[in-house]
């Protein structure tokens, strides 16, 4: 395993800057989620993690050293983009994928037969790949991408055209990868799914980081807290509307009171007020959820 370092790189195009200032450091084992708008330089950073690209400015080293070919024989990659033959069959495609990273026989056909059974791939394991659907075209790329178990796997929209109960089951393999120790780089629009699987985000918009750190850290920077308060009372709502730097939020399809109060509440003390003021049946005090941090750090509203 090895530490992925991003120091200072800028990259562009012509005159269209993709990414302008981008650092952040990954862990041995360490799983990663990069977010950010389309457009956003998710997809140049990840290709100058792999070498495909090079950066125009900074650095990106593996255990301090460059990206080379045989480091890079070492990672795994999941393109945004569909990257399958269409007329090779699944399970030649997934073997053929563990031969380009060294993967030799009798290995490989091992490997390329487990993965089709945990990714729930039998039945189609011997049709051509143009005939799947997009779900099962992008389960059979992640096989791809996972056969050689890489030291770093970057995964660059994971989730897309997986429905509900495939998307699980990548989820739970991509926690089995990750408590393998495997070092994984994951880029999501459905954050929800990867909020409990990564330990640290970096949100990047206009090619420049806004917002990283752990979930807990950006939490922690976080000026507000919204409090949930049953049942909806006069008596519960007076006290509320007493509290220093509240704000009622909107009750239109709220079974509850709602409150946006400072981070820095006592809300113990706001509950025992509360019960002394009437019945209360539910009392939360709700954290900002990693979508909120992600549309405040890109200056959209939440």
């Keep these: 395993m090895g530490t992925l370092v991003l ?3 800028a990259r562009s195009f012509g005159n269209v800057v993709a990414v302008r200032d981008v650092s952040f450091t990954v862990p041995p084992g360490g799983t990663f989620g990069l977010l950010g708008p389309n457009g956003a330089g998710k997809t140049t950073t990840m290709r100058m993690i792999l070498g495909i690209l090079l950066p125009d400015s ?13 480091v890079r024989r070492r990672f795994g990659y999941l393109p945004e983009e569909r990257g399958l033959y269409g007329k090779l069959k699944v399970r030649d495609q997934i073997s053929y994928f563990g031969r380009l990273h060294g993967v030799v ?25 143009g005939e ?8 059979v790329q992640i096989a791809c991408a996972a056969l050689h178990e890489p030291e770093l796997l970057v995964l660059d929209e994971p989730f897309s ?11 739970d393999t991509l926690r089995a990868l990750r408590d393998a120790g495997t070092t994984m780089i994951l880029s999501s629009h459905q954050m929800w799914q990867i909020e409990d699987l990564c330990e640290s985000f970096c ?23 919204i409090v949930e308060v049953e049942p909806i009372a006069a008596p519960l709502r007076a006290v509320l509307d007493a509290m220093p730097g509240a704000r009622r939020l909107p009750e239109a399809d709220r079974p ?16 025992r007020r509360l019960v002394a003021a009437g019945d209360v049946t539910r009392f939360e005090r709700v954290d900002p959820s990693l979508r909120d941090i992600y549309l405040r750090a890109i200056g959209a509203a939440v």
Excluded: H, M
């Design 58 to 70: 900074g650095r990106v080293s593996w255990n301090g050293a460059p990206v080379d070919l045989p």
């Design 7 to 9: 120091s200072n790189i």
């Design 105 to 129: 026989p009798p290995d490989d056909t091992k490997r390329t037969d487990a993965w089709i059974e945990r990714l729930g791939l039998g039945e189609f394991a011997n049709r051509p790949c």
């Design 161 to 171: 055209g997986l429905d509900p109960v495939n998307a699980e089951t990548l989820q």
């Design 203 to 225: 949100v990047i918009a206009g090619g420049t980081v806004r917002a990283s750190g752990s979930l807990a850290e950006l939490r922690s920077a976080w000026p507000t807290r």
């Design 132 to 139: 799947l659907s997009k779900g099962n075209q992008q389960k």
């Design 256 to 271: 509850t009171l709602a409150y946006e109060v400072p981070a820095d509440a006592d809300t113990a003390a706001l509950l």
